[in-house]
């Protein structure tokens, strides 16, 4: 029988977790996250504490360090960070679903025994390099190449926007590179995508400067150059010429985590709200009181509790090894709209406050708008739903 997590009725373990994540984020990230976003620092102390905690571990198996727990256990942990610090939260994210899974999922036995167990403990950060300047929602337009001679692969290339790669505990990225080219189903040469292992400090592996973006400061994020890397025949990861296919599986995982990261930060708004409107007054009387403030944040409410049930339907049919490429899409692209809308709705509610750097709804504002962007864009959102549809 396949479970279906519902919310507010979590097994006894999930809600442990939940709250056990949901006390951390309350006492130790959001005293901090503030500090974090204005100096643009990577939180490495709450890093090593989530470590510590085993959340990097939640969906691996313990013989390779992890806590044994499966991947919607991950997204819970997710989105309670998410309310406080969309930062930490991603780096959550894109170290488990997006950096160690691959390894999990497609490498040998001896890749995952070398790996696994310093990704999963926290102490090592990987990264995923799949988006190129050319290479974005159209990721088989890669131009990386990667050349094999005498056991060695050469890589040439570059990536960009690529989470958790220039950090000082960042072991590896795996990228993906044309390796070669294959007939198609059509008749017609197509290229042939692969995914290698490149060791942070690898000869010729430049980390770029990190960018200035508009949100997410405290997250670490770089572009990178490949000029001649070598690295040995066996750091290829899955079957050679399946590695657009292999992280498009990818990806649909992570867009249930960035779901739930999404959901997180849409509760964060209605929790800010909720408090601010009860404290603020305005003609002698807390805004809570006006229908125009208290129907906003029921709406607001009203969209976390559909993104919440898009991405646990969608965690619920992966876990059971059902399809779920659509449910993802649905749950990614009305959590990612939920978490805009309520940041945008949080900072009109809280007035010229809400345009302050000091509050949550400020930092939620500029951190959110990648949540329409990230991992696959609302468009690309759509076409997938429209392809299972048979449209």
């Known amino acids: 029988m396949t479970q279906t997590f519902t919310p507010g009725m979590l097994p006894d373990e999930y809600e442990d977790l939940r709250l056990q994540v949901a006390k951390f984020t309350d006492t130790e990230v959001a005293p901090v996250s503030a500090e974090l976003d204005e100096k643009r620092e990577f939180p490495y102390a709450l890093v090593k504490k989530m470590g510590q905690m085993g959340l990097f571990g939640l969906p691996f198996d313990e013989e390779y360090g992890g806590m044994g727990g499966d991947y919607f256990a991950l997204c819970l942990a997710i989105e309670e960070i998410a309310r406080e610090n969309q930062s930490l939260a991603i780096t959550l994210e894109a170290a488990v679903s997006l950096g160690a899974m691959p390894i999990y999922r497609f490498g040998t036995e001896e890749q995952k025994r070398e790996w696994l167990p310093q990704l999963t403990d926290g102490s ?21 190449k990667a050349t094999l001679a005498d056991g060695e692969w050469t890589i040439n290339g570059g990536k960009c926007f690529i989470t958790n790669s220039g950090t000082d505990i960042t072991r590896l990225v795996t990228a993906t590179a ?47 150059t490949f000029e001649d890397v070598k690295v040995p025949e066996e750091n290829l990861l899955g079957e050679r010429g399946r590695g657009y296919a292999n992280f498009l599986r990818i990806l649909d995982e992570g867009r249930i985590a960035v779901a739930a990261l999404s959901t997180g930060a849409a509760q964060g708004c209605v929790d800010e709200s909720v408090r601010y409107a009860k404290e603020r007054t305005s003609f002698g009387k807390p805004i809570s009181e006006y229908q125009g403030i208290s129907f906003k944040i029921a709406r607001m409410e009203a969209r976390v509790v559909a993104a919440r049930a898009a991405y646990y339907l969608a965690a619920s049919r992966m876990i059971a090894g059902l399809p779920f490429k659509k449910e993802a899409a649905v749950a990614k692209m009305i959590a990612g709209e939920a978490a805009m809308d309520n940041a945008r709705d949080a900072t009109q509610i809280h007035g010229g406050y809400g345009f302050m750097n000091e509050y949550l709804v400020a930092r939620h504002y500029r951190d959110s708008k990648i949540l329409e962007v990230g991992e696959g864009t609302t468009e690309v959102q759509l076409m997938l739903i429209a392809r299972d549809l048979g449209l």
């Open 178 to 224: 044309v390796t070669g080219t294959r007939t198609g189903r059509d008749g017609t040469e197509k290229p042939e995508i692969s995914t290698l292992m490149i060791p942070s400090g690898t000869p010729g592996f430049t980390v770029e400067p990190k960018y200035d973006k508009v949100g997410w400061n405290s997250s670490d994020t770089h572009p990178l």
């Open 124 to 144: 090592g950060l990987a990264a995923f390099g799949l988006t190129e300047p050319e290479a974005g929602s159209d990721a088989g337009g890669t131009k990386t």
